[in-house]
């Protein structure tokens, strides 16, 4: 199995930018594609982005096409997700989760598809 740690949320102004990391320890990181997650108070959690194992392919939500960007490097078992132009409505616990096969890539946005999760990091984004 794998642990998962996030890092690097906090509180910041609209417009602004914040990267996120998630740390991996255990099994080898490269056999996993990894995800992020957010959920709001009171809302499901909901799919932000995900990138394959090594990195190829990735896969966001509208709402944060052009403005977030996922990526990993398999040698420090690490994933980011570099966040840009922050808005309010972007205000949420972030989880990052491992996922060790899914039977097509778009159901890697599916939360019940993935293995492994962190305990998740606040952002928060003031207007």
């Known amino acids: 199995q794998v642990q998962l740690v996030e890092s690097g949320g906090g509180l910041v102004q609209a417009g602004g930018s914040l990267r996120l990391s998630c740390a991996a320890s255990?099994?080898?990181?490269?056999?996993?594609?990894m995800g992020w997650f957010r959920q709001a108070p009171g809302k499901e959690r909901e799919f932000v982005a995900v990138i394959s194992r090594s990195g190829g392919s990735t896969n966001y939500v509208d709402s944060v096409k052009g403005r977030f960007a996922i990526s990993r490097d398999n040698a420090k078992n690490t994933m980011y997700l570099q966040m840009n132009s922050l808005k309010p409505e972007d205000t949420a616990v972030y989880y990052c989760?491992?996922?060790?096969?899914?039977?097509?890539?778009?159901?890697?946005?599916?939360?019940?598809?993935?293995?492994?999760w962190g305990q998740g990091t606040q952002v928060t984004v003031s207007s």
């Open positions: 255990g099994r080898t990181f490269s056999v996993y594609n």
């Open positions: 989760a491992a996922q060790m096969s899914v039977t097509r890539w778009s159901a890697a946005t599916l939360p019940n598809t993935y293995d492994y």
